[in-house]
Structure formats: structure tokens, C-alpha cells
């Protein structure tokens, strides 16, 4: 246990830790009030160091527009710096409480995938469409025909994805990086802090 906490305080250090931990009794207490799964109260982004990268990667082009897609409570999508930020996420308990963390200019809204071209947001073009830290949950095929869909109402500029490493147990899904080179020119890719994920930034045609 305590080799544990001492391989935590190594990756996220002292205030990493003391905020996590803070911030994770805090998404309990809103757990309770808004009904949402356990497993976003239990990872607040201090605790993953990768999220932090996703949001370096997307600040990195300087965004306009934004779309996270398994936004959960939106603490990544809040530190993006972009005028025009939309959250996703298929419980719409998540995106309620998402909705109470964060200010008015995010709009967010409960779907699926796939569902996304149906949404009416005041926007033609998505600088960066991020899905992190779920596509391993699904089929290659259902993400792309699901960026089909999206990219009929929205032109997506950058996919921000993540894949797990090739040969990592323990998930239904390990997509491949040529899956990513056709759909575009794989322009970032980074090794993700907590060594079981690369991160990708694709930049469409």
C-alpha cells in the first residue's frame, strides 16, 4: 500500500494528489445528487496525467470550436482554451452535473456516437473532435461510420484520439495506427503517462 502511494506521488506529485483526492470527494457528494457512474467521480484529471496531455495536444493548434465526445463531467473540455466548446456523453445524469461544473458557454447535450449528426450546435466546423478514453470500448467500424455521420453536418479539421498500446490485456478493442492514417495525416502522436495509450492528433483532408 504504501510502495502504492509513493508510485502515485511519483507520477502526479504531492498537490496532484491532495487535489485529486479532494476533488473525488467533492464528484461523490455530486454523485449522490445527480445519479451519474462511480467511475467519473473516481478518476478526477489530476489523478490521470494523460488528460492533461489530451488538453496540451488540443491547445497546441489553438481551437476555435471543440467537441468532446464521453465528456463525462467535462474537466477536460474545461481547460481547452477555445471560444466554442460542445460536450458530449450518452448519460445524460453525467452531462447534468457536467452542466453544474461548468460555465454557461459550454453547451452539452446527452447522445451517442453515432447521433452526433443530428445535433443542431450553431456551428459548421470543428477545429479538433476529441474521443478519449473510451474507443477502445467499441469497433473500428462503428467509429469510423460514426465520423461519417458527424462530418455530414460538421467539417471536422482534427481527430484527438487515443489507442491503447498493441499487445495490452484486458480490452475489447485495440485499434491500430493505420486506422488512423486513413482518415487522415497523423500529425502528434505521444506516448500516453500512463504507458498503456498513445495519443493521436489526425488532421483531416
Known sequence: MINKIFSIISSIGLRGLVIALAKRMYFKILRKKFNFNSWHSDSPLESKPYKMQVVRIANSINPMSVMEVGCGLGEILRKIEAPIKFGIDNDPNVIDAAKYL??????YSSCNLQDIGQLDFPVSTLDIL???????????????SSLVQISK???????????IKQDTEGYPYIHKES????????????????NIRKLYLVKFP
Not at 102 to 107: A, D, E, G, V
Not at 153 to 163: A, Q, S
Open 130 to 144: 476529441v474521443l478519449v478514453n473510451w474507443t477502445h470500448e467499441v469497433s473500428w467500424d462503428f467509429i469510423r
Open 102 to 107: 461548468s460555465p454557461k458557454s459550454i453547451k
Open 179 to 194: 486506422n488512423l492514417e486513413d482518415l487522415g495525416v497523423i500529425i502528434q502522436k505521444v506516448n500516453g503517462a500512463d
Open 153 to 163: 453536418k460538421y467539417e471536422i479539421k482534427h481527430l484527438l484520439i487515443d489507442l
